[in-house]
Structures are given as C-alpha cells and as structure tokens.
C-alpha cells in the first residue's frame, strides 16, 4: 500500500467539492494520476530511432527464416527418401533372414 502525504487543511488549499471533504476528515491526500512528464522532441526522436532499428532488426531475422524455409524443406524431403530407401532394405533383409532360417530348419 502506497502512503501519501499529508496535505494542510482545505482553507489553505483551495480545493473544493467532495475531495476536499475526504481531504479535510483523512488528512490524506489522493493518489496522484497521469504525472508522467512529456518526452522532449530529442528524446521522441531518440524512441523512435530505438523502435525502427528494433523493427528492422525482426524484419531482417524475419526474411533470413523465410530464406530458410526452402532450403529446410528440400532437406527434408532428400531424409524422407532416404528413410524409406531404408525401410524398404530393411523388408528385404528380413525376407532373406526368413528364408535363411527356412533353409536352416528344413
């Protein structure tokens, strides 16, 4: 919980309507809102270079991945057909294994 200041009574002040009321039975003064000074026209611009660089800097990771893809895509592709050049070895030594077993058993 935040603690505010005390503020004087509200003779000095000024301050009129319910607030002041709340003001003068507390002794509390309200939370301040929308305090955040504004950015010099330096400091805009300083912002804003920041954000384009970050920008440019997603969107140049950005087309390198879109670069990637392709090349990700044929690689891919040149696994698969080996895999099932693989498998289908695979089903051929086994056929020879079943058939050497036959002729071990026979």
């Given at each position: 919980?935040v603690?505010?200041?005390?503020q ?39 912002h804003?270079?920041?954000c ?6 997603i969107?140049?990771?950005?087309e ?16 698969k057909?080996?895999l ?11 056929n ?5 077993k ?5």
């Amino acid at each position: 919980m935040v603690k505010r200041k005390q503020q004087p009574p509200p003779e000095m002040e000024g301050t009129g309507g319910a607030e002041a009321a709340v003001e003068a039975e507390t002794g509390i003064q309200p939370k301040r809102r929308c305090t955040k000074s504004l950015k010099t026209r330096a400091q805009m611009d300083k912002h804003n270079e920041s954000c384009k660089r970050y920008r440019l800097k997603i969107k140049m990771r950005h087309e390198e991945k879109e670069q990637e893809i392709p090349k990700l895509k044929d690689e891919h592709h040149k696994t698969k057909m080996e895999l099932e050049e693989y498998k289908s070895k695979i089903g051929v030594m086994g056929n020879e294994i079943q058939q050497l077993k036959r002729k071990l058993e026979a």
